[in-house]
């Protein structure tokens, strides 16, 4: 097996909003690790959160009885997920828009 990256489309919050404008509802169901990167400035606390309804309804995704943060100029790795959806909320209103990149690793058998 031969693992390959992916660019995902991007998670926005918008100027004045706290959550993203779209989640990524696709191109989950292969992903070995997914990977967010933050922007260089964040006004609020942003925690990832993960659908397992396909983006219906959301939960804060957590590790060691922790909610999973991103600090500004940040990237967080998720190793085996088990969302087939995923998003970000911010703590407040975000100042200016947002722009999460966001990865994910996948294998390919040969």
Do not use: C, W
Not at 52 to 75: F, K, M, R
Not at 83 to 89: D, E, G, K, P, R
């Amino acid at each position: 097996m031969s693992r390959h990256l992916a660019n995902l489309p991007n998670l926005v919050i918008a100027n004045g909003a706290t959550a993203a404008t779209t989640p990524i509802t696709a191109y989950l169901d292969d992903a070995k690790t997914i990977t967010l990167v933050a922007p260089a400035t964040l006004t609020g606390t942003i925690t990832i959160r993960g659908s397992v309804d396909g983006g219906v309804t959301y939960v804060d995704a957590g590790s060691g009885g922790s909610d999973i943060t991103i600090g500004a100029g940040n990237a967080v790795t998720l190793t085996d997920p088990a969302f087939n959806a995923i998003s970000v909320l911010s703590s407040i209103a975000e100042g200016a828009e947002r722009i999460f990149q966001v990865i994910k690793s996948f294998e390919v058998s040969r």
